[in-house]
């Protein structure tokens, strides 16, 4: 196991179940770990406004809490929250 396989697994624990991603070539070992492991919906977006809207949208649809991943630049950003 390596450390995004790790850390998808800890966000599966954590009750996290859908990650909104625009990826970029930096998130490989992310985006493989999303394909690996059993547990999380990995949900492909086109634009990083997308990703981020559709994560903030289920997650007040839902109550639960979001996650995107997205590529800024040339380093990754993933961030997740708690519904209010």
């Avoid at 394909?35 to 949900?43: P, V």
């Amino acid at each position: 196991m390596n450390g995004a396989e790790s850390l998808v697994r800890t966000l599966i624990a954590s009750g996290v179940e859908v990650c909104f991603a625009n990826p970029g070539t930096s998130e490989i070992h992310f985006v493989a770990a999303l394909d690996k492991t059993s547990g999380m919906r990995a949900i492909l977006c086109l634009f990083e406004g997308v990703a981020t809207g559709a994560a903030d949208g289920y997650g007040r649809m839902a109550e639960k809490t979001r996650l995107y991943s997205i590529a800024s630049r040339s380093r990754s950003r993933e961030w997740f929250g708690k519904s209010a």
